[in-house]
């Protein structure tokens, strides 16, 4: 008995369909318009694959040099001081969620001037124990300053959405060309059925 053989379904290729539609080449169907937006899209391409390392690297060098005058800035504003806790503070678990115990502390600002307020502790400390804190010129608490790990976020966030902005000004580039591309062959194809419309269909008396 022969055994049937089973008929593979034909592959779907998007790629090599969009390649071929891309080429040159001798099809009669073919328009002008049609050869102008493959040679745009060509371009385009070539463009995003040159320009898109380049933006990368710019976005990334722009927000570098941003983010370490940030530091420096903040680590001459922002101070790492000592406060000393007026109460117990509980245990704290980070499992249960929520947000740190806060307790009253004393320190004092770079100027000299005591200060006394809220601030959080990780929990299980006891009253008279010494936490640091980060406060500005005036002794007011204040977030820390920005760490050499967050930077190196920072920068890479920027070189990715300099290369998407690249991207989506490209994209729109050629948008609005085949947009007008369109209008022009929908407005040959008006005018050639205009021409040559009746001498295929007739009116019937």
């Known amino acids: 008995m022969k055994r049937r053989r089973h008929q593979r379904k034909p592959v779907s290729r998007w790629p090599g369909r969009l390649l071929r539609g891309l080429r040159f080449d001798r099809n009669p169907l073919r328009r002008g318009s049609d050869r102008l937006e493959t040679l745009l899209t060509g371009a385009l391409i070539v463009v995003f694959a040159v320009a898109a390392p380049l933006a ?100 890479q966030i920027a070189q990715w959405a300099a290369v998407a902005v690249l991207a989506a000004f490209l994209l729109t580039v050629w948008a609005l060309v085949r947009r007008a591309l369109d209008a022009c062959r929908m407005a040959a194809w008006d005018a050639e059925w205009l021409a040559n419309g009746p001498r295929w269909s007739p009116r019937r008396g």
């Open 56 to 155: 990368g690297r710019a976005g990334a060098s722009w927000e570098h040099a941003a983010a370490a005058r940030e530091m420096r800035a903040q680590q001459t504003l922002i101070h790492d001081v000592p406060a000393t806790l007026l109460q117990a503070v509980p245990a704290w678990d980070p499992g249960l969620g929520g947000y740190l115990p806060e307790a009253q502390a004393r320190w004092t600002a770079p100027a000299g001037r005591a200060r006394t307020g809220w601030i959080f502790v990780a929990g299980g400390a006891a009253k008279g124990s010494t936490v640091h804190i980060w406060v500005n010129q005036t002794g007011a608490l204040s977030d820390p300053p920005l760490q050499p790990s967050q930077i190196t976020g920072r920068t």
